[in-house]
């Protein structure tokens, strides 16, 4: 397959050579003519191969309108080629395909408008000159000019993908290079050739039809969920009952003037709101039903309103998303011609190239892309490439990109949107993932390692070497641990831990001895700027308990490892440290870490106990004695949940609010205590038994309100295993039986997963790591609860054992309460 992609692309980016070469010193002499008649790009053309002409031998060319004397000359613009006399016309060049034509007194370059011929210039440079658009203040010129050869003969190419876009803020912030990258994404300057007219689908629906105006009057016009209309949902707002053929008549309404505000738009959306709370009244659910997928009546939706906008708009596409809930195809529809999918991969490993079969993450997505192939003709790719709770931390998929591009362009693609650190400068080697991937999105079928390599080598110069002995390092490591990181990982799924952030730190400091100058020194300090965060990362992942305090452990790193990181992002303009959180609000948090969390302690002859007062009452550490083992997950930095309970309705802690518990330690026994604003008493007690941990938690009310706790306690699975094998989920039901034998992938389906629920009639969860040797068992009154859950997350080496007290109304002094307990298992339990 990759062999019959490169036919395809030499044939559409074909050179056609004819005898003869032409040199850069040849050309010193000529003049750059660029007709009067051309567009403004084209003129800024000319302007840029003016420039890139001095970069490359020191000279500057005259501009003019028409050809002055007998002197060469390059034609840019309008119908240039056709001064040379060759049978191409420009209307068979789209918006961008590009033409340039070699012969030895002249050169002819022009294109599809609005950006063909503006491409052709920087085509020219890049593929017949050597010149790398490397970044946005660093351009690369061969150093000896008079050494290339140019062949003579004709260079044709119409990319593949009309919709590109690589999301650093680097190129947000530098069109002009955005533009010698070939992103057509990001400014509407017309010198530039503005931007494509396919737009990225978005969060919309409930903007369509906005709550606020509908909800009150009309709330049968958005989703049932759970028995109720619900209009106050996270995500943007609330999915809509997408049956409804009122809703249908409004939503055309709403995309109409959506395209006389954008007449320019090739593609209008409507697309889901970022949650699943899709519609289950009985006419959207029986649509979904019969196909299989809740696409399914979304797509009708979609396809209703297409059919209406085709009469009077027939060249705009209506958009839609294939993301999360919806992303597998539905199994008797199909996308109207006039329909454009959007196919997210959020749920994909960024390891591994998405086609590659052994992934069982990617695996699932390329059976969904093969279905929406068959059902639809047009396809734009959102594709996730960062790390979004840590824009900052090493990322392991530089093998990835290029195969993976590769395949979408297979699969129908029309473009791809390959989400970064796009609100944010110099994350994680920015320059270096911009440059592959923009490079790999102008051509498909390049090597993303070989272009990561060529970067380097540019880049760093004389400091090369160690980065791409780090880059090699740590790709291969990930991969021998046999992870999936995706876009949310843990520092597990990327293999961040002392020794490995130790061993990044090292080659870095190589290639700083190795720097010879200012400019490459001070690239090798931003490329380092991972190591650093890993190193952060690595310190907070066992935390050391003094005089009522906890801090990170840094002995294994500089002592003034925080304050040399935030130096080396502000020299380096850092702005974001993930999608949510300020780099400045980072830095002040881990400060604050680093200078003590107060802490409480409680132990017996069998456990010790370390929770964080101030964080929720979070407990970092549950110390079997007996074993020297600590059955809390540990292979995370602190910013995540580790082990806490929380209020899903009213006010308490939550994973969005964090506050502060009144702590008390006596005789093996803590106490937290937490009053709300509305007088809401919340008392915890952590008690420690001979043989267990008990959890008595009660609730008395200070007001109206919904007694609705959860229970979210994170576990050490000690293995990154995902086979039943290794790890045994139990269920007692009544008795005990292993529920994950026939897990896929360590992911249950639905009705695996029911069978979970259901088992809180037995009163007892556990899972047990036959690789360790160890387990835990969680046992509660089955009355209180209403229901259970387990999620195993190999990557993460992270077992879930989750409880869901029944929710209860209460008025103001009444109390409601729960209780389980965790005990240490040192074999599985019993029966299997």
Request: proline share 5%; glycine share 6%.
């Amino acid at each position: 397959m990759r062999i019959a992609l490169s036919i395809v692309l030499l044939v559409s980016g074909a050179i056609t050579a004819h005898a003869g070469t032409l040199t850069p010193a040849d050309m010193r002499t000529w003049q750059i003519v660029c007709d009067s008649g051309a567009i403004e790009a084209e003129k800024y053309a000319a302007t840029e191969f003016q420039s890139l002409f001095k970069g490359l031998t020191g000279t500057e060319l005259p501009i003019v309108a028409e050809r002055q004397g007998e002197t060469g000359a390059i034609f840019i613009g309008p119908d240039a080629v056709a001064r040379s006399g060759k049978d191409m016309r420009a209307e068979d060049l789209g918006e961008e395909g590009l033409r340039i034509v070699v012969t030895r007194d002249a050169v002819y370059i022009d294109g599809g408008r609005p950006r063909g011929t503006l491409y052709g210039v920087h085509e020219f440079f890049e593929e017949l000159c050597g010149v790398r658009y490397l970044t946005f203040d660093h351009t690369h010129y061969p150093a000896d000019a008079s050494s290339i050869r140019i062949p003579t003969g004709t260079h044709r190419y119409t990319p593949p993908f009309a919709f590109r876009w690589s999301y650093y803020g680097e190129t947000m912030a530098h069109r002009e290079f955005a533009a010698r990258l070939h992103t057509n994404t990001v400014g509407d300057d017309p010198k530039l050739g503005g931007r494509t007219g396919y737009r990225l689908v978005s969060h919309n629906v409930a903007y369509l039809v906005p709550p606020d105006v509908y909800g009150k009057e009309h709330p049968e016009y958005f989703a049932l969920v759970d028995g109720q209309r619900k209009l106050e949902v996270k995500g943007g707002g609330p999915q809509l009952c997408v049956s409804n053929p009122a809703v249908i008549d409004l939503v055309t309404e709403a995309v109409l003037k959506e395209i006389e505000k954008h007449p320019d738009a090739k593609n209008i959306n409507i697309a889901q709101m970022d949650n699943e709370d899709y519609c289950t009244c009985p006419n959207c659910a029986a649509i979904d039903a019969r196909e299989e997928s809740h696409a399914g009546a979304h797509l009708e939706l979609v396809n209703a309103v297409a059919e209406r906008v085709e009469k009077t708009h027939p060249d705009v596409f209506i958009s839609c998303y294939a993301y999360q809930y919806t992303r597998k195809p539905p199994k008797t529809l199909r996308a109207r011609h006039n329909v454009l999918i959007q196919l997210c991969s959020i749920e994909c490993c960024d390891y591994h190239a998405i086609d590659d079969r052994s992934c069982a993450l990617n695996r699932a997505f390329c059976e969904d892309t093969a279905g929406w192939k068959k059902k639809a003709d047009h396809i734009l790719v959102w594709h996730y490439n960062t790390n979004f709770r840590g824009y900052l931390l090493p990322f392991p998929n530089l093998r990835a990109i290029g195969p993976s591009v590769e395949y979408f362009v297979k699969n129908n693609g029309r473009g791809v949107f390959m989400q970064a650190g796009g609100n944010s400068m110099s994350s994680e080697l920015s320059d270096l993932r911009n440059y592959v991937m923009s490079r790999c999105l102008w051509k498909p079928g390049r090597d993303s390692w070989k272009e990561a390599e060529e970067f380097c080598r540019l880049h760093y110069s004389e400091a090369a070497q160690p980065i791409l002995d780090y880059l090699k390092y740590y790709h291969d490591l990930v991969g021998a641990a046999g992870v999936h990181p995706t876009c949310f990982p843990t520092e597990s799924a990327l293999a961040i831990n002392v020794e490995s952030t130790r061993r990044i730190m090292e080659y870095f400091q190589q290639a700083l001895a190795l720097a010879k100058s200012d400019d490459v020194r001070a690239r090798v300090e931003k490329a380092s700027l991972c190591g650093y965060r890993a190193a952060l990362s690595a310190a907070a992942m066992r935390l050391v308990y003094s005089d009522g305090v906890v801090r990170p452990d840094l002995s294994a790193f500089e002592p003034n490892l925080l304050e040399h990181y935030a130096e080396l992002c502000a020299r380096h303009g850092v702005t974001m440290e993930d999608e949510q959180t300020p780099i400045d609000q980072f830095l002040a948090a881990q400060r604050e870490l680093q200078a003590g969390m107060k802490a409480a302690r409680v132990e017996n002859a069998t456990w010790r106990v370390t929770l964080l007062p101030e964080s929720n009452g979070k407990i970092v550490e549950m110390l079997h004695k007996p074993s020297g083992r600590d059955i809390v997950q540990p292979a995370r930095s602190l910013r995540r949940f580790r082990f806490e309970e929380w209020v899903r309705q009213g006010e308490g802690p939550g994973p969005e609010s964090v506050l502060v518990f009144e702590t008390s330690v006596a005789d093996s026994q803590a106490v937290l205590t937490l009053t709300t604003p509305d007088g809401t008493r919340i008392e915890r007690r952590i008690i420690l038994l001979d043989d267990a941990v008990r959890f008595e938690t009660a609730l008395t009310a200070g007001a109206l309100r919904i007694f609705d706790a959860y229970v979210h306690p994170e576990y050490d699975a000690a293995t990154l295993s995902a086979s039943p094998k290794e790890l045994g989920i139990y269920v007692k039901s009544p008795e005990w039986v292993m529920v994950n034998a026939d897990w896929e992938d360590a992911i249950p389906t639905d009705t695996q997963r029911a069978v979970v629920k259901a088992a809180v009639a037995g009163g007892a969860l556990a899972y047990f790591s036959r690789e360790a040797g160890f387990g835990v068992e969680q046992r509660f009154e089955p009355g209180a609860y209403e229901s259970t859950d387990v999620y195993w997350m190999p990557s993460r080496r992270q077992v879930n054992l989750e409880l869901f007290p029944k929710i209860v109304p209460l008025e103001k002094g009444q109390q409601a309460s729960y209780a389980y307990e965790v005990r240490y298992l040192s074999e599985p339990p019993a029966g299997r």
